[in-house]
């Protein structure tokens, strides 16, 4: 188990959404605000780090023919379970992110983790995988949510942060957010359908520009390297 490997795939080289680019359409649909990118982001860290778990536990013992099956039941009890607790503790974030909870289900990052990774690998791996792969996932819907909301709308933290009796935290979705300029010279394309796809595009290019670069570099200083050794004999 190579810890430090998993949380580099996880954020980085095999991230779920800019590399593997699964996952994307709750992406692109709730990442309209703070509070809904981060209430999303830890749903799903939380469902595929239990699942991951559960799949690797009991991967010896699950038929061939069925375990994709198992595996959607599995999920479905976590995902029940978290739905419930946001609909009990956190109503206002259960009623943003509306059908995208119980859609995790068939979320394809979490059946494809379980498929690719934890049916093979150990309960620990298995464990550290569904805490990367989450956080890589969660890292990406913040990012989109903080770059759509302030450009689209000019505030940071909606719905999660309220400064009207100074700077506080709340979990019931009023926080208007810190007004960073006027909504009205926000590029509102942003807030659409339409924003969401134009910033995980966005987002992808970097990603992969910055893989390749690192490819790139790594290539030529493995070319130069066995250059000088072969000068040395």
Do not use: H
């Amino acid at each position: 188990m190579n810890i430090k490997k998993q949380f580099k795939e996880g954020l980085i080289t095999n991230n779920p959404v800019l590399v593997q680019q699964i996952g994307m359409c709750a992406t692109m649909a709730i990442t309209t605000s703070l509070f809904n990118g981060l209430g999303m982001g830890l749903s799903v860290l939380i469902i595929l780090t239990c699942c991951n778990v559960v799949v690797s536990a009991i991967r010896k013992i699950i038929p061939e023919e069925i375990r994709l099956a198992i595996f959607v039941v599995v999920i479905a009890g976590f995902v029940t379970i978290v739905d419930l607790l946001l609909q009990a503790f956190i109503p206002a974030l259960s009623s943003a992110l509306g059908v995208f909870i119980p859609l995790i289900v068939v979320n394809c990052i979490i059946i494809g983790r379980a498929e690719a990774f934890c049916q093979k690998n150990t309960v620990g791996a298995s464990f550290f995988d569904g805490i990367f792969q989450g956080l890589g996932y969660t890292c990406v819907l913040l990012i989109m949510s903080i770059v759509r909301e302030l450009l689209g709308k000019g505030t940071f933290g909606g719905g999660l942060i309220d400064v009207t009796e100074g700077l506080r935290f709340t979990l019931d979705g009023s926080g208007a957010g810190i007004k960073i300029f006027s909504g009205e010279y926000g590029a509102k394309i942003l807030t659409m359908p339409f924003g969401g796809f134009l910033t995980l595009g966005v987002l992808i290019a970097v990603m992969q520009y910055a893989l390749k670069k690192s490819a790139r570099k790594k290539e030529l200083a493995a070319k130069a390297a066995k250059e000088e050794k072969e000068v040395e004999e």
